[in-house]
C-alpha cells in the first residue's frame, strides 16, 4: 500500500459500525480512486461486508482488532489499551503507513490516543478541535468543538492562530477575520479568560485580522471567517446549530404539506430546495479535525450515514493532499508562542 495515499480507518467506531463505515468508504472510494484504505476491526464483522463491494474490497487492507472503544469509555480507561480498532488505526498513522485516522467512535478516547501516540506539535500546549461550518454567505471555521472544556487565555490565543491557518488554506482566505465567541460585543463582557485573550490577539505580535467578540447569533451571518471559543462552549453552540438546521428542514416540509398551494408550487422550487437542503444538510459539514498534532486525525459524527462518513473521509484526503499538518508546523516556525504566556503574566501585574 506505500505506492497509494493510505488513511487508517477505525471501522469500528461510531453508533452503526462497521455498516456505515463501508458504506462511507464506497462513496469515498468512488470520489478518489486513486486513495487505499487500512482498516481496523473485528474481521467477523468487517469482511462480511467488504465482501459486498469487490472494488472497495481490491483497495483496502482489514487488520483484525481484537477490542473496540465504546462510547460510554472513559478516556483515562481506554488510553493505554494499543489493542482497540481506534487506537490501532492511529497508531498506523504513527508508524508512517497510513496519513491520516478517521473515526467515528468517542470523542474524548480519540483525543486523547491521538495526542498520547501523535504527539502535539512543538509550540502548541494543547490541539484543538476544528471543523468548517456554513454562513450566510460562504463558510468560516470554529474551534475549539470539545477538545478542551476548560481553556485559559494563552489556549485561546493559540487557537485563533490555529484558526487563523485553517481558514487561510482550507478556505482561501487570504487574511481571514477572527473573533472570540463570547456573550456579549462589549469589552467588559465574558470571563477573564476570554478578555485577556482578545488582549494578546491585539497587541501581539500574531499579525491576526481580530475583529473582537462574536456573539452566538453572529455565526450565521459571516461577521467572522474563524471563531474561537473554549471546547465546552463550542461544542454547546455545534449541537445547536445542527439542532437548529434540522427544526428548519423539519419546520418547512411540514409547512409545505399542510398547503395545499404550496404542494402545488412544489415542482417549481426543486432547485431551491435541492441548494436549501444542500447548505443545510449537516453530514455535509462532518469531519472535524484534531489540530496542533504531529498527525492527522479526523473525527466523524457517531451518528452519521454512509454520506456523513464519505464526507469526513473525503475532509481527510483532502488535507492529506493539501499536507495540511507540515503547512501548520511550517506556519508557527515563524511566531514565537512564548512570548503569549510572557504578555499575559506581564498583563495580569
Do not use: W
Amino acid at each position: 500500500m506505500s505506492d497509494n495515499l493510505v488513511i487508517a480507518i477505525d471501522a469500528m467506531g461510531g453508533d452503526n459500525s462497521p455498516r456505515v463505515v463501508i458504506e462511507g468508504l464506497v462513496e469515498a472510494s468512488h470520489k478518489n480512486p486513486d486513495v487505499r484504505f487500512l482498516l481496523f476491526g473485528d474481521e467477523s464483522k468487517v469482511k462480511p461486508l467488504l465482501n459486498k463491494y469487490p472494488r472497495l474490497k481490491d483497495k483496502c487492507e482489514l487488520r483484525h482488532s481484537p477490542e473496540v472503544v465504546h462510547n460510554e469509555d472513559k478516556p483515562s480507561q481506554v488510553i493505554r489499551n494499543r489493542n482497540t480498532s481506534m487506537a490501532m488505526a492511529i497508531d498506523a498513522v504513527r508508524r508512517g503507513e497510513a496519513k491520516a485516522i478517521v473515526s467515528a467512535g468517542n470523542t474524548g478516547a480519540l483525543m486523547a490516543i491521538s495526542k498520547l501516540s501523535l504527539k502535539t506539535i512543538q509550540k502548541i500546549h494543547r490541539p484543538a478541535i476544528v471543523s468548517i461550518m456554513p454562513h450566510i454567505n460562504g463558510r468560516y471555521v470554529m474551534l475549539d468543538l470539545g477538545a478542551n472544556t476548560e481553556c485559559d487565555a494563552i489556549n485561546l490565543a493559540e487557537f485563533a492562530l490555529m484558526g487563523n491557518i485553517v481558514a487561510k488554506h482550507a478556505l482561501g482566505i487570504e487574511r481571514p477575520r477572527v473573533g472570540l465567541l463570547n456573550i456579549g460585543s462589549e469589552d467588559m463582557k465574558g470571563k477573564d479568560e476570554i478578555k485577556q485573550a482578545a488582549q494578546i490577539i491585539k497587541n501581539s505580535h500574531m499579525n491576526i485580522d481580530f475583529v473582537g467578540f462574536v456573539e452566538p447569533h453572529d455565526l450565521p451571518n459571516g461577521k467572522a471567517d474563524v471563531v474561537v471559543s473554549d471546547g465546552f462552549t463550542g461544542n454547546i453552540a455545534l449541537k445547536s446549530i445542527e439542532g437548529t438546521a434540522k427544526l428548519i428542514m423539519t419546520m418547512i416540509k411540514k409547512s409545505v404539506k399542510s398547503s395545499l398551494l404550496a404542494l402545488l408550487a412544489l415542482p417549481l422550487l426543486v432547485g431551491v430546495k435541492v441548494k436549501l437542503k444542500k447548505r443545510m444538510d449537516p453530514r455535509l459539514y462532518n469531519g472535524a479535525m484534531f489540530i496542533g498534532l504531529n498527525g492527522l486525525s479526523v473525527k466523524s459524527h457517531g451518528g452519521t450515514d454512509a454520506v456523513g462518513y464519505a464526507v469526513a473521509v473525503g475532509n481527510a484526503i483532502k488535507l492529506v493532499r493539501q499536507d495540511f499538518v507540515a503547512t501548520i508546523r511550517d506556519e508557527l516556525e515563524h511566531v514565537d508562542l512564548d512570548e503569549l504566556s510572557q504578555e499575559i503574566i506581564y498583563d495580569a501585574y
